[in-house]
């Protein structure tokens, strides 16, 4: 069993759709990170939560704590959104555990 | 401010050929980290490292990898006698000593062994 699991593994939605993805941990983490990778291409950071909630346009990140569970949502999503998004917790010694990573495919 | 900046992008190599990839930290980072992808799996930590110091090698196949961070110049990660199974992509990371908000990922490299 992975420390970080995602689900689901893959997601396609209509353009417009509200879409989330679900990230649970069973280490103990001192953040969590939500990354984004397009096909062949870079890794960016999206998130870094320790506690609550984080918005960026229409990016919404939230986590808790006590459930070890965070979820990255998607609002009123674009073609453009379609990509890899990996879920990974920062543990000590700036290590990191990641997940598999769920692919979005948004359909115009 | 440029990010991370990895080179090559895209490597090939023929098999028992070595490969030396760069990573050159964002401004300002002195902590830098080697990522491997492999062909439809998640990201593996490889190594992570501060000027000419390895803090953390766990991720590393014990024969033919090694990586440096010299007190001038890019981290390297070098592949020594490349198999196929080498074949994936190779992100770094680089970060200021306490990871807040300034975790940032390069392009990555993507190693061909043909």
């Known amino acids: 069993k992975n420390e970080v699991e995602q689900s689901p593994q893959n997601l396609t939605a209509q353009e417009g759709e509200f879409i989330t993805i679900n990230c649970s941990y069973s280490?103990?983490?001192?953040?969590l990170h939500w990354l984004q990778q397009h096909p062949g291409g870079g890794i960016v950071s999206l998130f870094m939560?320790?506690?609550g909630k984080k918005k960026h346009g229409r990016l919404i990140a939230t986590i808790n704590i006590q459930e070890k569970h965070s979820s990255l949502h998607i609002t009123a999503s674009h073609p453009r959104d379609s990509a890899v998004y990996i879920c990974?917790?920062?543990?000590?010694?700036?290590?990191?555990?990641f997940g598999t990573g769920t692919s979005l495919t948004v359909i115009p | 401010n440029a990010g991370v900046m990895q080179n090559p992008r895209h490597l090939v190599r023929r098999r028992g050929q070595e490969a030396r990839l760069r990573c050159s930290p964002m401004?300002?980072?002195?902590?830098v980290y080697w990522y491997r992808q492999l062909p439809e799996e998640g990201l593996k930590f490889m190594v992570y490292?501060?000027?000419?110091?390895?803090?953390?090698e766990s991720g590393m196949p014990k024969e033919r990898f090694s990586a440096e961070f010299p007190k001038e110049g890019p981290s390297i990660l070098r592949i020594q006698q490349v198999v196929r199974g080498d074949s994936a992509a190779y992100f770094c990371?680089?970060?200021?000593?306490?990871?807040?908000?300034?975790?940032?990922f390069g392009s990555g490299t993507r190693l061909t062994v043909v």
């Open positions: 990371a680089s970060s200021p000593p306490v990871v807040r908000s300034g975790y940032t």
């Open positions: 280490v103990g983490i001192s953040a």
């Open positions: 939560l320790s506690s």
């Open positions: 990974a917790g920062g543990v000590a010694g700036n290590q990191f555990y």
């Open positions: 401004k300002g980072h002195s902590h």
């Open positions: 490292l501060q000027k000419e110091n390895i803090i953390d």
